[in-house]
C-alpha cells in the first residue's frame, strides 16, 4: 500500500482496534498506513469519545482528502438501542451527508464486537440481543476477520439469510474503505 494512504480508524476499545486493525492489513494496509484513535479507558462513556470524535475526525479527513488518499474506518457497539439509530446518530454529527464515493464507514456491532466473533469466527447463530461477552487474545478475532471478508467480496445476495442485520450493514459500509487501494 503507497505511503501517501492514511485510513484513520477511530474506536471505542482494544477489541474493536483488534478487529479493525486484522481486517486492513488483510486487505493490504500497514502501520504506516494506519492512524488509530482508541477511547481512553476509565474517561466515561466509550461511545460518547466515538461521536465526539467522530465529527471532528470526519471534518480533517475531507480536508486532507485533496491531498492524499485518505479514509475513516469507525466501529462502535450499539448495545441495546437499534443500529440504524445509532448510524443516524453519527450522521447527524456531520455538517453534509457523508457522499457515496467518500472513504468514510461506519461499523456498528449489536450487542457488541463479540456477536461478530461468535457469529463470524465460530460461525454459530446468534441473538443480537444477547451479550456474549469478549475474548481473551487478540487472535481470537482473526477468523471472524476472514469470514467477514469472505462474505464483503461475495455479491449481497449471497451473503447469508441467517448473517445479523449488523453485519450486513457493515458488509455495505466496507466499499467505502476497501476503495482506497484502487
Known amino acids: 500500500m503507497p505511503r501517501n494512504v492514511i485510513l484513520i480508524v477511530l474506536c471505542e476499545d482494544p477489541q474493536h482496534q483488534s478487529f479493525c486493525v486484522s481486517l486492513l492489513r488483510k486487505m493490504g494496509f500497514n502501520n504506516h498506513n494506519l492512524d488509530l484513535h482508541v477511547a481512553p479507558k476509565g474517561r466515561g462513556a466509550a461511545d460518547g469519545f466515538v461521536l465526539s470524535e467522530f465529527q471532528r475526525l470526519v471534518k480533517a479527513q475531507r480536508k486532507r482528502s485533496g491531498k492524499a488518499k485518505t479514509g475513516l474506518l469507525t466501529m462502535v457497539d450499539a448495545d441495546i438501542r437499534e443500529v ?78 441467517d448473517c445479523p442485520p449488523s453485519v450486513k450493514r457493515s458488509l455495505e459500509e466496507y466499499p467505502r474503505i476497501a476503495r482506497l487501494r484502487e
Open 84 to 161: 440504524n439509530a445509532v448510524a443516524a446518530n453519527f450522521d447527524g454529527k456531520l455538517d453534509s451527508k457523508r457522499g457515496p464515493k467518500e472513504h468514510i464507514a461506519v461499523f456498528i456491532p449489536k450487542r457488541n464486537i463479540g456477536t461478530w466473533v461468535r457469529c463470524l469466527g465460530e460461525r454459530r447463530a446468534v441473538d443480537e440481543a444477547t451479550d456474549y461477552g469478549r475474548w481473551s487474545k487478540d487472535s481470537d478475532c482473526h477468523p471472524a476477520v476472514d469470514h467477514f471478508l469472505e462474505l464483503a467480496r461475495t455479491q449481497a445476495s449471497q451473503v447469508p439469510d
